[in-house]
Nanobody, 128 residues
Framework: VQLQASGGGLVQAGGSLRLSCAASERTFSRHAFGWYRQAPGKEREFVAAISWSGGATHYADAVKGRFTISRDSAKSTVYLEMNSLKPEDTAVYYC??????????????????????WGQGTLVTVSS
């Protein structure tokens, strides 16, 4: 499974960005996805996750109410809509996927080690 993250850039505080994660069409429908971020000098942290059915989502407290994760099966793409961005949101954002055949459609994956596939990351910089 190949994941291609895009959409990062430089934005002022209070602004918005939409990240995209394009996946291989062959396996997209049965994969749960997540977004993580890593700021300089810090560990990679969980941001948001969506189940393979799309019916369940989960967010880190730091982004709840500002970020929205979604998926488009027709485009084999997962999105992260980021609003009201803050300087502390500055990081490299990574998408990841998990495709265990035992994974229920209603389950989100929030543990980094459970993800099998990772994209290359896209940089988001929020200026104050």
């Amino acid at each position: 499974v190949q994941l291609q993250a895009s959409g990062g850039g430089l934005v002022q505080a209070g602004g918005s960005l939409r990240l995209s994660c394009a996946a291989s069409e062959r396996t997209f429908s049965r994969h749960a996805f997540g977004w993580y971020r890593q700021a300089p000098g810090k560990e990679r942290e969980f941001v948001a996750a969506i189940s393979w059915s799309g019916g369940a989502t989960h967010y880190a407290d730091a982004v709840k109410g500002r970020f929205t994760i979604s998926r488009d099966s027709a485009k084999s793409t997962v999105y992260l809509e980021m609003n009201s961005l803050k300087p502390e949101d500055t990081a490299v954002y990574y998408c990841a996927s998990e495709g265990s055949p035992l994974l229920p459609g209603s389950m989100v994956v929030t543990t980094l080690k459970e993800y099998d596939y990772w994209g290359q990351g896209t940089l988001v910089t929020v200026s104050s």
